[in-house]
Structures are given as structure tokens and as C-alpha cells.
């Protein structure tokens, strides 16, 4: 089948590729110039594992190809998926929804056929019923069905999320053929096994945010939890371990530590309660914000620890910070609570170090006042205080000892709970989480 992506970010680039990879002829639609250049060459600009290989594959076979022309896409395919960023809006809690409105204002009037035209954006309810009323106002003697289809990926699994789906969701209006497409579309994957959830546009767009919402909270419950066990000195991880082998918790997001971040569970979660109070449901949300509380807490405590374990002040003293990215296999640093707290380490007076093995130079664009390592050993040189921020493997495997031999003082502390504590005490290490 035919088929547009419009919008070629980190979501657009993989659904785009994964398309081509079921065996549809895919055109990519990309405004940014020197993006769009990119992707055409077969180079992906941002860092997810096994996107660029296949990305050039299908780029060279021909199978997949990049455009910057909505005029070209509406003549390709009759269908079309927006696949566009939702970021939050300045000043707000709401998303900004300007990229999604744009793609439709700018595709439909060029269409001189009948479309369907799939959501895959995270977009507050009830956006799908205002774009289908104005896709309605902009088409010219054609019919536009606007139906919505939800991304479930995480960053690092991309593919495999794509390719190999927990399920499938898709919103459509009555009387459409977007679940008759959609079926053509996802038949490898239907074929396979994989849930295909369907239902109306309203509940489609609620599945992903309500998805979002009970991760964040579920990793801001531990994270609740550790701060009482700090209290009583108890051990998260072993309340974490024992709860989660009860079936109706499960231990996964069960990780206390420094918290989540990132491009989607900050904004979307924040952004589900602002569409909640504008549907008059805010109080039904309310417990959101002390989700969003508890892991903001996170980071201010990670700071007054490392205060702590450098005697009360961290004026003159050396950080090393291992880890940048929001999570591993990922070079985001949209929202990183690595970052949030390299930055406040440094502005009580700390000279910082940062290694990441990825997200290096989307570091430096955000906090080029930070110091930059070439490597992690380089980045603890001199180090009153290492911090692990990301738990990257390669910080997993770091040998205590070598590690001893560059610090100035040989304290760890453990952000995201991912060491093996004994290990780096045997080596003299004064280790805390």
C-alpha cells in the first residue's frame, strides 16, 4: 500500500521505516531543510538503535523516500499519518498543538481524492473530532475521514515496538473505512497475533495518555515510598522486589531513583490535566500533580545529597556526572533529570564534568556551561563526588577500583539504583543512593 508520514521526528522517522519494512511504498514529508537532507541520505539525526540501518535500506531501495512537498504527498497515497511533535506550550501545561493543525491545514486542500488521514501523534481528547470538522471546512468535493492511531514506543525499543507491538489501537468515527485500511495496513502484524483495539476517536486518544499517566505514577509511587524508607531506613529495593512479584502490580517502572523525564511523560501527563480542567474532570487528575511533584523532588534531593557527602557545601568541590540522556540507549535530553541536577550542582558553586555515551552534543546545546568529558574515567578525574545518572551499561561495568585511582575522594552515589552496591564498598568506596 501507499501510504505519507508527514512529519519525520523520532516517532515519523521510525513509523516511516517500519512501514517500508511491512512492505509499503512510503513517502516522508519533512519542512526542516537540513533534516529532511539527513533522512534522504539514509542518516538519522537523533540516536536509536537499529533505526539508521533501516532507514538506509529502505531509502536505498527506493521503498521509502523523503520529501519536503505536501503538494507531492497529496497526489502519492490517499492515505496519510501526522506523525508530528506535541511539545508543551510555554508557560503552560497544555500541548501545543500548532505542528498538528499545521499538517492538516496545509495537506487537505491539496487533496483532489478521497483520504484517511491517522493520528499518531499524542494529542489531548478531543482533538480528532475538531481536525475531522476542520477537515471538513478546508476539502474541496472530496471526503477526509481523520481517525486516530496511538503510538505506544519507547525510546531505545523504537523498532521493536513498531515492528512487534504489544497492541494495536485505533480510533475511527462510524460509518469510515479507517478500520478496513488499518486492518491492510497492520495485516503482517494482525496475522501475528498482535491485540487490535478498536473504538471511537475520544477513547483512542484517552488509551495513550491514560497509558502515560500510570507509568509516571507508578514510578513516582516508588519513588514516594523510597523517601518514606529513607525516614525509617528501609530498603526500596527490596519492597520494590517483594510487591512486584504480586501479578496485579508487576515489578517493571517499579525502579525507585532519580526519576522519569524526556520528550512524553512530563509534558503528557502535564498536559492531561490541563485538558482535563478545561473538560471540567480536573479534580478526577488532581493526584497528577503530586506525581509530577515527587519527581521533581527527586532531583532537588540528589543535589543536597551530593552536598551532603561533600560535608555541607559543594563550593570548590569537583562533580563527576555519568549520564545525560534521560534514559539509556537514547541521546534525549528533552527534560533530563541528569541534566536538571548537573546544572544545579554547578550553580552552589561545584566545578561539574559530563559524560554520556550519546547525548554529548545535545548536552552541550542546552548547558554549554557544563564541562564535557571524553570518557567516564576522564569525567571522575579529580572527583569529589561521582554521580550516576543514566544507567547506561557502561556505567554498570565500571571497575571500582580503576575508578578509585582518578577521584580525588571515593564517593558514589547511585541515582538510579543500578550498581552493585557491595562491590563498590569492598573497593573503599563510600557508596549511597
Not at 270 to 275: D, K
Not at 305 to 334: H, M, N, Q, T, Y
Request: a negative charge; aromatic letters at 8%; glycine letters at 10%.
Amino acid at each position: 500500500m501507499r501510504m505519507v508520514v508527514l512529519g519525520l521526528g523520532y516517532l515519523g522517522a521510525t513509523h516511516a521505516a517500519c512501514m517500508a519494512e511491512l512492505g509499503h511504498e512510503v513517502l516522508g514529508v519533512e519542512v526542516i531543510p537540513e533534516k529532511r537532507d539527513s533522512l534522504a541520505r539514509g542518516e538519522v539525526p537523533f540516536y536509536e538503535p537499529g533505526l539508521p540501518e533501516l532507514l538506509k535500506k529502505h531509502i536505498d531501495s527506493g521503498q521509502l523516500q523523503v520529501s519536503g512537498s505536501y503538494a507531492e504527498a497529496a497526489d502519492f497515497a490517499d492515505v496519510f499519518f501526522i506523525a508530528v511533535g506535541t511539545p508543551q506550550k510555554k508557560g503552560e501545561y497544555s500541548a501545543d498543538l500548532q505542528y498538528v493543525d499545521a499538517a492538516l491545514e496545509e495537506l487537505v486542500p491539496l487533496l483532489t481524492h478521497d483520504a484517511l488521514i491517522l493520528g499518531k501523534s499524542t494529542v489531548p481528547v478531543g482533538t480528532a473530532a475538531r481536525l475531522a470538522d476542520r477537515a471538513d471546512e478546508l476539502a474541496k468535493d472530496v471526503s477526509i475521514e481523520i481517525a486516530w492511531n496511538p503510538e505506544f514506543l519507547r525510546e531505545g525499543f523504537a523498532i521493536q515496538d513498531t515492528l512487534h507491538p504489544d497492541r494495536l489501537v485505533l480510533g475511527a468515527f462510524q460509518g469510515g473505512v479507517a478500520e478496513t485500511v488499518s486492518r491492510e495496513i497492520y495485516s503482517s502484524l494482525l496475522d501475528a497475533g498482535i491485540p487490535f483495539i478498536v473504538t471511537d476517536p475520544p477513547t483512542a486518544e484517552l488509551v495513550k495518555t491514560s497509558a502515560n499517566a500510570f507509568l509516571a505514577t507508578k514510578i513516582s509511587f516508588i519513588n514516594a515510598i523510597a523517601e518514606v524508607c529513607d525516614a525509617a531506613g528501609a530498603d526500596v529495593r527490596a519492597i520494590a522486589n517483594a510487591i512486584g512479584y504480586d501479578a496485579r502490580i508487576g515489578r517493571r517502572f517499579l525502579n525507585a531513583g532519580l526519576g522519569f523525564g524526556g520528550g512524553c511523560l512530563p509534558k503528557d501527563i502535564r498536559a492531561f490535566m490541563a485538558r482535563a480542567g478545561e473538560l471540567g474532570a480536573a479534580e478526577a487528575l488532581s493526584f497528577l500533580r503530586e506525581v509530577d511533584s515527587v519527581n521533581m523532588r527527586r532531583r532537588t534531593r540528589m543535589v543536597e545529597l551530593a552536598r551532603e557527602v561533600c560535608g555541607g557545601s559543594l563550593l570548590g568541590k569537583r562533580a563527576a556526572i555519568l549520564g545525560a540522556a534521560f534514559k539509556p540507549e537514547s541521546d534525549d535530553v528533552r527534560d533530563s533529570p541528569a541534566l536538571n541536577v548537573a546544572g544545579q550542582i554547578q550553580l552552589q558553586g561545584a566545578s561539574v564534568s559530563v559524560y554520556d555515551p550519546k547525548a554529548m552534543e545535545n548536552s552541550r546545546r542546552i548547558f554549554p556551561t557544563l564541562d564535557y568529558a571524553t570518557g567516564a574515567l576522564k569525567a571522575c578525574e579529580g572527583a569529589d563526588v561521582v554521580l550516576i545518572l543514566t544507567e547506561w551499561q557502561e556505567f554498570i561495568e565500571l571497575d571500582p577500583v580503576k575508578t578509585g585511582q582518578v577521584v580525588r575522594k571515593p564517593n558514589i552515589i547511585d541515582g538510579r539504583m543500578c550498581l552493585e552496591a557491595e562491590r563498590w564498598e569492598d573497593a573503599g568506596w563510600a557508596y549511597r543512593t
